[in-house]
Structure formats: structure tokens, C-alpha cells
């Protein structure tokens, strides 16, 4: 404990702010080791931490157990919603785990962006790193899915550095064939951008899979995924982005032409802040072999828009959709489909979702980009 001396007067003792903490939300019995929040607690100053506006906050039941076996509801919610948790902390680089109550899909937002997009399934449990350059933390648990609740059961915040800047981070945007699925260490469909920390060294990098299931170009860049890579993104940064399936899609109301100028407008816009941009092309179906059992599906989802782009703005690009089609094509039909979901011929399971990350790692290994191993490692 210091004393500020004024004027030559002492002031009131001030007390070092705490740079590790962990809540458990609720009204429910407290885990050991953990502080109880209820959603009653409104922030001040002296705690330093608790809801901006608790009358927007409601306890809940939750189905885990310990820290998950309660919660609180964000009643009211939204990116920019002041309706959030606040805590303060010295300024720096933190780690925050957040764990959920019962929610059918969420996002993680907090500083006014999205740190994490839906989440889904009661007790799910994700991370990311935040910096800190305003001396609080202030997040809520928001709509990944119109109608259900939103809510939080506990989080882990840890200091990680003095200085607020995140750890070189590999961005990845796209669809549902990209996104992670919960859990994240057992689920079993994923998407490859949730398996491609396996052949990441992560002691250099991080990886940041801002991915959506159904995801189009324009809702990337409108709707906030690209708004929060923006905030953060910085030189020595990667952003890998595939985008096409759900753009091809009718209801979607997107022209090739479209497609290819609002994927242009964002790799302009990452490029501008000093990161590396890398776009992939989407793998085919599991079905898209010939009579001859060569899969092939280079025709498909705007590929030849993308391959041209990349070329125009000098960008590395992954051909995820040959190079996957090769190899496909070497493991034969049967052992194609078993790679995918059961009845299902677009989306990877967890096996197919790693082959497909171990693919894109290794091309741009090939391509002398740092910070990708060919071996599959346990993250």
C-alpha cells in the first residue's frame, strides 16, 4: 500500500488494482476460490468490479456444475449495449476465460466489439486476450441467435504483460466450414480454423477464429467481425479469409462481381493496417469425385473471382479447394466421406476439419510464411 503525497499532504492510501481475478456469476453457492457476483451487484469504486446497469441483469439456474451451476442473464444486449460487466485493471495485456450458463449459441463482446462468436451449447467455454489501455474491462454476453438467452456463469481474468498489445495473432474469417464448434477440445464437427492452432507454433502466435456458421462477404464486413479485427489487427498480424459458399447461395442476393469487390474492400482494409492478408479458397463436397475418381470441384463458390483477386492485390493465397481435392482424391471416396458429418457432404467432422488445417498450414509453410509446423500437435 502507497500514500500520494500532495502539496505536502498526504492523501488516502491507495490500494494496488488486482490484475487476476475470478467470478462466479449467480445467486447461487460460490465456488471456492472464486468471487460471487449476483446480478444485483452494481460496479463502484471500491470493489471494482460489478454491473453497470443491474436492473437490466437477471440470476438464473444454470446445468453445470461449480461455477456453471448458476448464472446471470443479460436482459438487455448488443455490441455496444452499456449493459455490461465491468472490472477494473491496470493497463496491460489479460487473458480472459469465459464460461457460459445455459445458452444455445452467444457472442463475447467487450471494449464495443466481438471477442468471441457464438459460442454454443450450456457451459461452453472459450478464451481470448484483450488489451487493456483504459483501466477497466467491460463486457457482456450478447445474441448469436435471435430469441435465446444470453447468459454468463463465470470468468478468469489474467494479466499477461504490462504492455496492451496482443501477442502476434493469426485472424481467420469465414463460414461454417471455417468456425469453431463447442466444445472446442471434443466436438464432433469442427471447422479447420478451429483445428489450425494443431499446426500453429504457439508460442508465436495466436489464433483468433472469428469464423460464422452461414457467413457472406458483406455480413463479414458489415456486421462487426471485420469491425473487431480492425481494432486490433496490427503489422506482423495474419488475416486468412475463405468466403464463397454462402455467397453463391441465391437468397444471399450476391453477384460474383459483388462478391469480389466487398472481399477487395477488406483486404484493402486489413492491408492498410500493416497485417499480412491471405485468402483460401472453399474445398468442394465430399461427393465431388468423377467417374474416373478424381475429385475435382474447381468450378464452385466464386473460386476464380478469388484467385484473381489475390492476384490483383498481391496477397498469398491458399487454393484450398484443389489442394484439398488432391489429396481427396489420393485417400479415394470412402475414406473422403468418412471426413465429413454423417449425411452431410459440405461440412468436415473433427478429422476432415484437421486435414483440411494441416493443408492450409503446410502451403503456407511452403510459401515462407513463419509460425506453421507440419506436425500435428496437442493444443
Not at 8 to 37: H, Q, R, W
Not at 84 to 94: K, Q, R, S
Not at 276 to 292: I, K
Request: proline fraction near 3%.
Amino acid at each position: 500500500m502507497t500514500t500520494i503525497i500532495l502539496g505536502g499532504m498526504a492523501s488516502l492510501p491507495v490500494k494496488a488494482e488486482p490484475s487476476n481475478y475470478k467470478f462466479d456469476f449467480g445467486a447461487g453457492s460460490v465456488e471456492k476460490g472464486y468471487i460471487g457476483v449476483s446480478a444485483s451487484d452494481k460496479y463502484n469504486e471500491k470493489t471494482r468490479y460489478g454491473f453497470n446497469t443491474p436492473e437490466n441483469m437477471r440470476n438464473v439456474a444454470a446445468s453445470g456444475t461449480g461455477a456453471a451451476s448458476d448464472a446471470v442473464q443479460f436482459v438487455t444486449y448488443g455490441t455496444k449495449s452499456t449493459n455490461t460487466f465491468n472490472v477494473d485493471l491496470p493497463n496491460g495485456l489479460y487473458e480472459v476465460k469465459v464460461t457460459l450458463g445455459n445458452t444455445a449459441r452467444a457472442i463475447i463482446a467487450a471494449e464495443g466489439v466481438y471477442q468471441i462468436i457464438n459460442m454454443t451449447g450450456n457451459s461452453a467455454t472459450d478464451s481470448f486476450q484483450i488489451p487493456i489501455t483504459d483501466g477497466q474491462l467491460n463486457i457482456l454476453v450478447t445474441e448469436g441467435k435471435v430469441g435465446t438467452a444470453f447468459t454468463l456463469s463465470a470468468l478468469e481474468i489474467n494479466k499477461l504483460s504490462h504492455h496492451p498489445v496482443t501477442n502476434r495473432t493469426i485472424y481467420i474469417g469465414g463460414d461454417s466450414t471455417v468456425c469453431n464448434y463447442y466444445p472446442l477440445s471434443g466436438s464432433v464437427q469442427a471447422g479447420w480454423g478451429q483445428l489450425l492452432p494443431q499446426f500453429v507454433d504457439t508460442d508465436a502466435f495466436q489464433v483468433r477464429n472469428m469464423a460464422s456458421g452461414g457467413q457472406i462477404a458483406r455480413g463479414f464486413r458489415n456486421d462487426g467481425q471485420l469491425e473487431a479485427l480492425l481494432k486490433y489487427i496490427k503489422p506482423g498480424d495474419y488475416f486468412i479469409l475463405q468466403l464463397g459458399i454462402n455467397d453463391t447461395n441465391p437468397k444471399n442476393n450476391t453477384t460474383e462481381a459483388e462478391f469480389k469487390e466487398i472481399m477487395r474492400d477488406m483486404v484493402k482494409q486489413v492491408k492498410a493496417k500493416g497485417a499480412t492478408v491471405v485468402l483460401s479458397t472453399p474445398q468442394g463436397r465430399a461427393t465431388d469425385f468423377n467417374s474416373e475418381g478424381v475429385h475435382t470441384s474447381v468450378n464452385r463458390w466464386y473460386r476464380h473471382s478469388i484467385l484473381a483477386l489475390a492476384q490483383e492485390e498481391n496477397v498469398p493465397l491458399v487454393d484450398l479447394n484443389v489442394l484439398s481435392s488432391a489429396y481427396f482424391t489420393s485417400i479415394g471416396r470412402e475414406a473422403t466421406l468418412a471426413l465429413y458429418m454423417k449425411g452431410d457432404t459440405l461440412h468436415p467432422n473433427r478429422a476432415g476439419a484437421t486435414e483440411l488445417a494441416r493443408i492450409v498450414a503446410e502451403d503456407l509453410k511452403k510459401q515462407g510464411l513463419n509460425g506453421f509446423v507440419e506436425e500435428k500437435k496437442e493444443v
